[in-house]
């Protein structure tokens, strides 16, 4: 929410001295400002009528889309592709991007860890196990 991807930069690049492939989202409409490739340009509107429940479930669900639409991205990039061990997928984040990660992981079988800084974390509650048969 108006803080740049950037500001987890040295993370970033701690992941990547240690051989990791990072991938930094930074959400359409949550950023003080986006530019795309077209030279167009969105603006902060996420939020700027106070937060309420129904922003936050959103919120939520543009990032799982968001998330989603990145990882099929690299997944067709031959560039990225032949670095990237799919098995080993896991989602950092901070705040809301820490929530992202904790809501993300139970239903994405791509992402295999995730890492909550800093966010309370509400996420769905997880399937009961299946009674045991005998």
């Known amino acids: 929410m108006t803080m740049p991807r950037a500001t987890l930069t040295s993370l ?9 492939v ?20 969105a ?3 996420a939020g700027a009528g106070g937060q309420t429940p129904e922003l936050g479930e959103k919120v939520a669900r543009v990032r799982a889309a968001d998330t989603t639409f990145v990882l099929d991205r690299l997944e067709r990039a031959r560039r990225w592709n032949r ?3 799919e098995s ?3 989602m950092v984040g901070h ?3 820490g929530q992202s990660a904790a809501h993300l992981l139970p239903v994405n079988d ?5 890492v909550n800084l ?11 196990p299946s009674p045991s048969r005998s």
């Open 95 to 97: 705040s809301v991007g």
């Open 88 to 90: 080993r997928i896991a």
């Open 12 to 20: 970033a690049e701690e992941f990547a001295s240690r051989g990791y």
């Open 83 to 85: 670095l990237i061990d």
């Open 22 to 41: 990072v991938a930094g989202i930074e959400h359409t409409y949550e950023s003080v400002a986006t530019t795309f490739p077209d030279g167009r340009t």
């Open 118 to 128: 800093d966010a309370p974390t509400t996420p769905p509650p997880l399937p009961s």
């Open 43 to 45: 603006t902060f509107q």
């Open 110 to 114: 791509r992402i295999k860890a995730a």
